[in-house]
């Protein structure tokens, strides 16, 4: 699945960090991940604590009242304040071994209008929520939401700096990603992408014994739980982005009750199978390319041609040229060739958002003559490499070791082969990578824990779900059904381009969000924008 575009962070043992929404080697472009692409700027808010209230463990806590007692203690800390959170690594047992996760606050910008606490989520799942309230609190929400809710991230369990998951080494994750031959056509290659999967997923069960078989989003949403105790908040306000809306709507059902004003942001609905999730995305990344090549054939100096027939047809024609022949790349210390798959990589990243079409037309018009390393460039913005080599998030892995958990996968060739073909009819530049995307789910050493089952969270408040109708990593067909499987879903609609909607995408969108996040009131069901 594809990933959530983002700022750099850690990476477990390096320094680093991713998400955006997600694409590995297959570039989990069977792993959905979604962000959105920000500016750093941040310097923090108003002075002042706001005042701490003691809060009651929920119904069905029974055990896990030392964790939902505790009070972070927070000390400055580059893009505000930082603070670790413990929660048990198995609820299950919570008497047993425990792990910290690692939050950020960026205070109210006007402590005298504060309304309370905002959690974010950029998507990934991978993506640090740390990093993006660390770098670029303010581009995540209004100015107006800004001034009245202290900003707070945390790292999910497995990501960032919350006991990262890390399975391989760069060399062998640049393999993973962009070495193996993500769209197999004989037997030979299937078995090199299954061989490479499969050692990905041994080094992550390896690697991480003790929390491998505890970072589902199920854990996660437990976790969010605590943190709205700790933090001292009666009700969680919430905005959460491409896989954050999986996170969010699995909160609305566990703690229906706990629940204050959500935002779910290009929706990833809860009974979504990996076969839905990959057709899904394979039919939004072709729709976003073909907006992509119609912009494209408006200017003279097009690389792809001059119809929308043209220039798919070349794209898909380059992609296959690529898998026989790839380009030179010269200004990566340790990549040479730009791969189909590293090229796929790169297409995908455009087409997070229109801002970057221009620097995908420059990159193909220099691959037309034979120049990859634009091209790469962009790859590597996806999976946040430095032309050095070195991975900046630990995204790439993390994706797999939430999705993995969450939903069991095959990794049967002849099932992916037939899904494949299938998938190619409705989405002939899309559907085979997708298809063959998610292997590592096939291999997996650790069980899937998780159900593939609708979500209505009976007894919630109001939550606002936004749509996009051309986005390519979370399709508008699934705001639609995420809305009619919500109780109290409220569906705000955006008619554009790019991967989520909120904040200044559009106005309108804006105001209702800011209308519901700031006063309560609720947007129009069906509003469209």
């Not at 709205?228 to 491409?242: D, I, V």
């Not at 896989?243 to 699995?250: D, F, K, Q, R």
């Not at 892995?397 to 099932?415: F, G, H, M, R, S």
């Not at 200044?504 to 006063?519: L, T």
Request: proline fraction near 8%; hydrophobic fraction near 35%; include cysteine.
């Amino acid at each position: 699945m594809l990933l959530t575009p983002q700022r750099p962070g850690r990476r477990g043992r390096r320094t680093l960090l991713a998400v955006v929404g997600a694409v590995v080697a297959s570039l989990s472009l069977s792993s959905c991940l979604v962000l959105p692409f920000l500016p750093t700027d941040d310097s923090g808010g108003s002075s002042g604590e706001p005042t701490f209230v003691p809060q009651t463990p929920p119904t069905g806590t029974t055990g896990l009242e030392t964790f939902y007692n505790q009070r972070l203690q927070w000390a400055s800390c580059t893009g505000g304040e930082c603070a670790k959170l413990r929660v048990p690594i198995d609820y299950a047992n919570p008497t047993g071994e425990t792990m910290q996760l690692a939050v950020i606050r960026s205070k109210a910008r006007s402590s005298n209008q504060r309304i309370g606490a905002l959690v974010y989520n950029p998507g990934g799942p991978g993506a640090s929520p740390v990093d993006y309230v660390a770098q670029s609190a303010s581009s995540l929400v209004s100015s107006d939401v800004r001034r009245r809710y202290d900003l707070i991230g945390f790292d999910p369990r497995g990501v960032g700096r919350s006991s990262p998951i890390d399975c391989v080494g760069d060399r062998e994750l640049d393999t993973f990603i962009g070495g193996v031959d993500a769209t197999p056509d004989t037997p030979a290659e299937e078995q090199g992408l299954i061989a490479e999967a499969t050692k990905l997923a041994e080094g992550c069960a390896a690697k991480n014994p003790k929390i491998i078989g505890h970072v589902s989003t199920v854990e996660a949403a437990r976790d969010m739980d605590v943190l709205r105790a700790a933090l001292g908040e009666p009700k969680l306000n919430y905005l959460g982005k491409s896989y954050g809306t999986l996170l969010g709507a699995t909160y609305a059902g566990l703690f229906p009750g706990q629940m204050g004003r959500f935002v779910l942001d290009g929706p990833l609905p809860p009974d979504l199978t990996p076969q839905d999730l990959a057709s899904g995305q394979a039919k939004g990344f072709e729709m976003a390319t073909q907006a992509y090549v119609d912009n494209c054939v408006k200017q003279s100096d097009c690389p792809v041609g001059q119809s929308r027939a043209e220039g798919m047809a070349w794209i898909r024609d380059f992609l296959k040229g690529l898998d026989a022949q790839p380009l030179p790349v010269t200004n990566d210390q340790t990549v040479t060739q730009l791969t189909e798959a590293w090229a796929s990589t790169g297409i995908a990243q455009a087409m997070y958002t229109t801002s970057l079409w221009p620097q995908l037309t420059d990159a193909l018009k220099d691959a037309k003559s034979g120049d990859g390393n634009r091209l790469m460039r962009l790859a590597d913005s996806y999976a946040r490499r430095t032309p050095g080599g070195q991975y900046q998030s630990n995204i790439m892995e993390a994706i797999y070791a939430v999705n993995c958990l969450d939903k069991a996968d095959t990794a049967d060739p002849a099932q992916i082969e037939a899904f494949a073909q299938k998938l190619s009819q409705d989405a002939p530049t899309w559907g085979r990578y997708l298809a063959w995307g998610n292997v590592p789910c096939g291999v997996w050493k650790v069980p899937a824990t998780g159900t593939t089952a609708p979500i209505a969270a009976q007894g919630s408040p109001p939550i606002v779900i936004v749509g996009t109708t051309r986005d390519p990593a979370t399709p508008y067909e699934w705001a639609t059904r995420m809305r009619q499987q919500l109780a109290h879903g409220v569906l705000v609609t955006r008619d554009g381009d790019g991967h989520t909607a909120y904040p200044r995408s559009s106005p309108c969108v804006d105001k209702a969000v800011d209308g519901w996040f700031i006063d309560g009131t609720v947007p129009q069901d069906g509003l469209k924008c």
